[in-house]
Nanobody
Framework: QVQLVESGGGLVQAGGSLRLSCAASGSIFRINTMGWYRQAPGKQLELVATITSGGVANYADSVKSRFTISRDNAQNTMYLQMNSLKPDDTADYYC???????????????WGQGTQVTVSS
């Protein structure tokens, strides 16, 4: 099994910045793509950004040029630097990993418990 633990959420004023972290632990053999997703109150879960094990990043149009995703493969940790935050960025942010555990034949999707981000106007 793989455990994902997010941290770094909180309350920030519009225009401010936050940095989210996602630490993966457990019986990890390899982590493939990792990503951040978010769910605002009353809305569906949406993709924020993903990053491959080789560092190729992909962003939702709504966060391009404001958010930066990165990862430290040696530490099994992923980050999301969020700048120029807007009230519309208010949501619960979830970490996702496509990971292969030791002894497994196929990778499995894993999710963190979420961290809340609130941006005040």
């Amino acid at each position: 099994q793989v455990q994902l633990v997010e941290s770094g959420g909180g309350l920030v004023q519009a225009g401010g910045s936050l940095r989210l972290s996602c630490a993966a632990s457990g019986s990890i053999f390899r982590i493939n793509t990792m990503g951040w997703y978010r769910q605002a109150p009353g809305k569906q879960l949406e993709l924020v950004a993903t990053i491959t094990s080789g560092g190729v990043a992909n962003y939702a149009d709504s966060v391009k040029s404001r958010f930066t995703i990165s990862r430290d493969n040696a530490q099994n940790t992923m980050y999301l630097q969020m700048n120029s935050l807007k009230p519309d960025d208010t949501a619960d942010y979830y970490c996702h990993a496509d990971a292969l555990t030791r002894g497994a034949l196929y990778p499995t999707n894993y999710w963190g418990q979420g961290t809340q981000v609130t941006v005040s106007s």
